[in-house]
């Protein structure tokens, strides 16, 4: 089994930044891919960025690739999604998840992003 525990949620003003951290622990050796969910109130869950161990490529979704970024370290199965210029709309629950490769097949508790006006 493979736990997430993800971190850095919390309220913050329009404007400000956020960075989520992500740690896998566990049967981590199957895990190629890192990513970020997030599911707002009313809304289903959506993408938001991953990260893929075999060539340390990464990937934001259109919609908040101009204001966060995605890293992570393979060494430590973390990881990381800093983002900027927050607003009310990316008030969500913000999920990690991994998996080895082409899915996502574990999932964390999940970490809420509050954005204030």
């Known amino acids: 089994q493979v736990q997430l525990v993800e971190s850095g949620g919390g309220l913050v003003q329009a404007g400000d930044s956020l960075k989520l951290s992500c740690a896998a622990d566990?049967?981590?050796?199957?895990?190629?891919?890192m990513g970020w969910f997030r599911q707002a109130p009313g809304k289903e869950r959506e993408f938001v960025g991953s990260?893929?161990?075999?060539?340390?490529?990464?990937y934001l979704s259109d919609s908040v690739k101009v204001r966060f970024s995605i890293s992570g370290d393979n060494a430590k199965n973390t990881v990381y999604l800093e983002m900027s210029k927050l607003e009310p709309e990316d008030t969500a629950d913000y999920y990690c998840?991994?998996?080895?490769?082409?899915?996502?097949?574990?999932w964390g508790q999940g970490t809420k992003v509050t954005v204030s006006s």
């Open positions: 566990g049967r981590t050796f199957n895990i190629v891919v």
């Open positions: 998840a991994a998996g080895p490769g082409g899915r996502f097949t574990y």
């Open positions: 990260v893929n161990w075999r060539d340390d490529s990464t």
